[in-house]
């Protein structure tokens, strides 16, 4: 962390991320005007966010492991070229139905991109030194996420297509810098066969699920029953494939780790909840509130703000006190932001209504996200690195995805109604109430169940040093 080199990795990880992570929060602000502009309905916005993260999801896991094949720098660089060409096919879409394929193709390059920007920190940092590091990358990764209303408020004025133009020139100096300054790193120990079986039934499952659950709010016919069997009987193969295989893309023994399964458990009910709050806020705040897209979108600056200021000095709290503590008492804070957004209707004021309840979501992220973070990849080895980072967002992914579709439904927001603010009000509130309960549930699962040990001695200074990557270690052996 204090070398220049470690700091151009960083750099590129951050960056590298944050662009996946910003393209899955930037288009909401957009929808209301995607949705005129190209005649959707709603189901058609749902897909706008799911079919990015959708793909994202199946296929993260798979992006983990190629990494750790066939190089991490090299499966980064590629994911960030595919997802810039697949973000210059959103700008150009024509019609929301190629709008949809052409976001499945950006959660391809995310999958590649995503996993492999932890799993960099991971290879290259020397264990003293990863917490410092996973807590900027969890703290930039997560205001890339939080600017999404923000900077996608300012560019729907001009036109919603320029959300996705944006992330070329980003992706371009991401590519330059991963190149000049990123060192290569691999599992030489892994099979080189692909888990091409898991893949597909992943994906399979992930699909057929989502279909299935979007189609409920207008009521399933034949396929949305054949899509739901066949999503849940792809999500079972894929589980039994999974145990039985010799190369699995999710090799079952790292489940073994009761600390890793706990904090994917903490993800799974955080990351549904902000799936939803994410997804449905700046719909309201312009369909109910009344807000344009810019207010819209400045309206959860402080929510950046805090993650910004917050988010580094989490992961070092829980570096020294253990991660229990802010992995409960984060969510906690963060339910509590969403009941006070209960308050948002027509007319809401900015300073009465809105500001406290994002101010509390704010202060709940930062307590949350490094911990979280630090805690999953203390609890997995090094060699495994990519496949714990692919798998923790996997699941943090497919909370979204599920959330995204079932939140609505749970809510009775279907059809039109985006276009009425009375009953999307009504459906909004629900849909708070419900994803309050599953950050609750998120910190009663931390409390009981994550333990602080594994962190501290992950960040405790190593008597021997190792380096994961090709060529001479970063940093001096330390005795």
Do not use: K
């Not at 600390?259 to 806020?281: D, I, K």
């Not at 079932?406 to 809510?411: D, F, I, K, R």
Request: hydrophobic content about 55%; aromatic content about 6%.
């Amino acid at each position: 962390m204090d070398e220049a080199r470690g700091r151009w990795v960083l750099f590129a990880a951050v960056l590298g991320s944050g662009l996946a992570m910003l393209d899955a929060t930037v288009v909401n602000i957009a929808l209301p005007r995607i949705g005129a502009d190209l005649g959707a309905e709603f189901s058609g916005l749902q897909w706008t966010v799911n079919g990015y993260t959708l793909t994202l999801a199946a296929l993260i896991l798979l992006g983990g492991s190629l990494g750790d094949r066939f190089g991490r720098r090299r499966v980064f660089v590629i994911g960030t070229v595919w997802f810039a060409v697949a973000s210059l096919l959103c700008g150009l879409a024509p019609n929301v139905e190629t709008l949809v394929a052409a976001r499945m193709l950006q959660g391809v390059g995310g999958a590649l991109l995503t996993p492999g920007s932890l799993a960099l920190i991971q290879a290259s940092f020397r264990q003293s030194d990863r917490a410092r590091a996973i807590g900027a990358w969890s703290g930039l990764g997560g205001v890339a996420g939080a600017l999404g209303p923000f900077v996608g408020g300012t560019l729907v004025e001009v036109s919603w297509r320029l959300v996705f133009l944006i992330n070329l020139p980003f992706a371009a100096l991401v590519v330059v810098v991963a190149q000049r300054h990123v060192p290569e790193s691999y599992d030489r120990e892994m099979d080189p066969r692909l888990d091409v079986a898991g893949a597909v039934l992943g994906a399979l499952g992930l699909a057929g699920t989502t279909y299935a659950l979007v189609g409920l709010g207008e009521g399933l016919d034949l396929a949305g029953w054949v899509a739901l069997a066949v999503g849940i009987a792809g999500l079972v193969a894929f589980v039994v494939v999974e145990r039985r295989s010799s190369h699995p893309m999710l090799p079952v023994d790292i489940f073994s780790s009761r600390q890793f399964t706990a904090a994917n458990l903490v993800t799974f009910a955080v990351y549904a909840a902000l799936g939803g709050v994410f997804f449905l806020l700046v719909l309201q705040l312009q369909i109910v509130g009344g807000y344009a897209p810019l207010l819209a979108g400045l309206s959860l600056l402080p929510v950046t703000v805090l993650m910004l200021l917050l988010s580094a000095r989490g992961g070092a709290l829980a570096q020294r006190i253990g991660p229990r503590l802010p992995m409960t008492a984060g969510p906690l804070v963060c339910a509590a932001g969403l009941l006070l957004m209960l308050r948002i209707g027509s007319g809401a004021s900015y300073a009465t209504d809105v500001l406290p309840a994002v101010v509390l979501l704010g202060l709940g992220l930062s307590l949350t996200v490094a911990p979280l973070t630090a805690t999953v990849l203390a609890a997995a080895s090094t060699r495994h690195a990519g496949v714990a980072s692919g798998v923790n967002n996997a699941v943090a992914r497919a909370a979204g995805l599920l959330a995204v579709a079932a939140l609505p439904v749970l809510a009775g927001i279907s059809g039109g109604d985006y276009r009425d603010p009375a009953a999307f009000g009504h459906g909004f509130d629900v849909a708070m109430v419900i994803s309050a309960g599953l950050l609750v549930l998120g910190g009663v699962i931390s409390a009981l169940m994550i333990s602080d040990g594994e962190v501290r001695e992950a960040a405790a200074p190593e008597r021997a040093s190792h380096c994961a990557v090709d060529g001479p270690p970063l940093h001096a052996a330390r005795t």
